[in-house]
């Protein structure tokens, strides 16, 4: 994925702002972009599939640097697709929650591991083959079958219930990213996408500010149409895709 910074629009935005500081203008194309995805949802990403991990319900998106998840579109385990909850009714459907490792101290844990580790006993294992250590019948009490998924915080999200150790959950997720508040630049192919409405967005805002060189509120007015415009449209673009199905018409069927 190749990053485009959002320093190659400042001739696009300076030409119409004489006198504004490359930082501040830097920091409203930014806003601009974080604005115009979380209108549009035309940046989408599909996570590459993992493996989940018994007994732990919290995992972290494995997404581009440098960006933040707006919207989850879907969210599947075994192909099987997830019930996506807010906050509140993620609480409401399971109370209990999901501990790590259904709230099993981890020192207890690896009790049994004592005799594997930290000894001086020579073994043969081969390396990376594995260990005999295994998850506690106490770690899964509360795990089974994942069928909810509920976004903790922009970069977190948890699954409910925890997974159990019965078979391997494999997920799969769909989302829509915009640029982190420090991000310098976002995926190329969006960006460009997306330019016109950026530059629009960035515009309006800055011409409206008070007691500065470049205000200009009438060339402002023009560019926040031209932004509701664009973004509209980029939005529309963003359902349809590319596809373009034929139109037939029917006749009612009479008995």
């Given amino acids: 994925m190749v990053d485009r910074a ?97 709230g099993e101290a981890p020192a207890s844990m690896w009790e049994s591991a004592k005799s594997i580790y930290n000894t001086n006993v020579y073994n043969s294992f081969v390396l990376n083959e594995g260990s005999t250590f295994t998850l506690s019948d106490a770690a899964l009490a509360d795990a089974s079958e994942p069928r909810a998924v509920c976004q903790i915080t922009p970069n977190k999200y948890i699954l409910l219930p925890l997974p159990d150790n019965q078979k391997t959950y494999t997920m799969r997720m769909f989302y829509a990213l915009k640029p982190k508040r420090t991000a310098t630049g976002m995926d190329s192919n969006i960006f460009d996408e997306l330019e016109d409405v950026i530059t629009h967005a960035a515009l309006q805002q800055l011409l409206v500010m008070p007691n500065v060189a470049w205000t200009d509120r009438d060339l402002a007015s023009y560019h926040a149409k031209q932004y509701l415009y664009s973004a509209s449209e980029r939005r529309s673009r963003a359902n349809l895709g590319n596809m373009r199905g034929s139109v037939t018409a029917r006749s009612p069927k009479f008995a």
């Fill in 6 to 102: 959002f320093t190659t629009l400042l001739p696009k935005i300076s030409s119409s702002t004489p006198g504004c500081p490359q930082p501040l203008l830097i920091q409203y194309i930014r806003d601009a972009a974080i604005n115009a995805c979380e209108r549009t949802l035309i940046w989408r990403y599909v996570e590459p599939k993992f493996d989940l991990v018994p007994g732990v319900s919290e995992y972290a998106y494995n997404k581009p640097d440098e960006s933040d998840v707006h919207v989850i579109f879907d969210a599947l385990v075994n192909n099987q697709p997830l019930d996506k909850l807010t906050l509140e009714q993620a609480i409401g459907l399971y109370p209990a929650w999901a501990d790590l490792y259904s």
